[in-house]
């Protein structure tokens, strides 16, 4: 790749979504921001390994922060945690607090394969077959690993929904 213009033109269009990819990965704002900052650094290098005829531009730069974000979690004992703010009561607040901290907690204790298979799925809401392609495993293998990710999450949130029903 390597023109300029063209990762400036790359990086307006795709760094909210490395972004938020990569913080729901790692839980860490800093880490997501260093990913989405090496996502685009890797394009300007002269041996830049993507090649449009193997992948889209968007798989590949979401391939590149799914591997940064996996060295980061292997580097650090644990992720940072970072809380929004919103107007709320104080029970709502606390509330919505707990449970963005129990469903962070929940997700970050997915098995990793499972995790990113979610994330993709739920949070970028990228069609199962493009996920397919970024993680490169076939489809009823992304399927699977999502149909696990989910059920293992109602498991670890049942508290907060006593009265969902549940699958045998």
């Not at 390597?2 to 490395?18: I, K, S």
């Not at 938020?20 to 839980?27: E, H, P, Q, V």
């Not at 997915?110 to 949070?123: C, G």
């Amino acid at each position: 790749m390597g023109d300029r213009l063209d990762v400036l033109r790359l990086f307006d269009e795709h760094h909210a979504l490395l972004f938020r990819f990569a913080y729901r990965l790692t839980g860490s704002t800093a880490d997501a921001e260093d990913i989405v900052q090496a996502c685009f650094v890797e394009l300007l290098k002269p041996d830049c390994s993507y090649d449009p005829k193997r992948a889209p531009i968007r798989a590949w730069l979401i391939g590149v922060a799914r591997n940064q974000s996996r060295k980061r979690l292997q580097q650090k004992a644990g992720p940072d945690r970072a809380n929004s703010e919103e107007v709320l009561s104080p029970e709502q607040q606390t509330f919505r607090s707990e449970l963005e901290a129990a469903v962070r907690r929940a997700v970050l204790a997915l098995p990793e394969s499972q995790r990113e298979v979610l994330i993709l799925a739920h949070y970028e809401e990228l069609p199962l077959s493009e996920i397919a392609d970024i993680v490169e495993i076939d489809l009823g293998a992304v399927k699977s690993r999502l149909q696990r990710a989910r059920g293992s999450l109602r498991e670890m949130l049942a508290e907060y929904a006593p009265n969902a029903e549940r699958e045998p």
